[in-house]
């Protein structure tokens, strides 16, 4: 588990302790029901990351809900959208190795983190790494429930591929942008998980 989900779930099994000691047992078993689901949120589980050259791992666990071809910062990308419900794994991973070029928060508001409007409007984290893929761009988006976006890195940090580089605590959405030529080796509706799931490859498939 990571650290942030002490802060969280300590507070709740002191007070179910607290509860059970003055024999209101119904509100102690709840307090206890809460902050299970409370330090589930910060699970932290090892994964096996690929180590095929080439290919792009998910940063995040959750859902591909969107596959679109944009412009960014006035250049052509592909971004591939993965929602995190509040049962997945919070934590994000690095999606290539690289060097991080360049980090930028932004406050803004909590929409539904499936809309569209969340990957521009939403507070969000946005990081850019250099690596043997080219330029990936990673960004930590806030929705209705996560409030609260964390990131452990900073601008020239080496980072290996699968790396632990921070999470949105509580769940949301975590959007991938990479060049246009990366072969997808994924689509819509496929669960992922960070770090270990394959999104796309610079090789092509044989």
Known sequence: ??????????????????????HL????AAFLVLAALVLNFFRDPDRVVPQTPGVI???ADGKIVQVVDETHEGGPVRR?????????????RSPIAGVIESVSYRKGTFGIALSDEASMHNEQNVFTLGGEQGRVIVKQVAGVVARRIVFWKRVGDRLARGE????????????????PGIEL???VGDRVRAGSTILGTTEPSS
């Open 80 to 92: 591939l959208s993965i929602f995190m419900s509040p049962f997945d794994v919070h934590v994000n």
């Open 25 to 28: 047992y119904l509100l102690g």
């Open 1 to 22: 588990m990571v650290k942030e989900g002490y802060g969280y779930g300590l507070p709740l099994l002191l007070t179910a302790a607290g509860l059970l000691s003055l």
């Open 57 to 59: 791992v998910s940063p």
């Open 185 to 187: 080796r994924v689509k």
């Open 164 to 179: 632990r580089v921070g999470l949105i605590k509580f769940g949301s959405r975590v959007d991938v942008l990479f060049e």
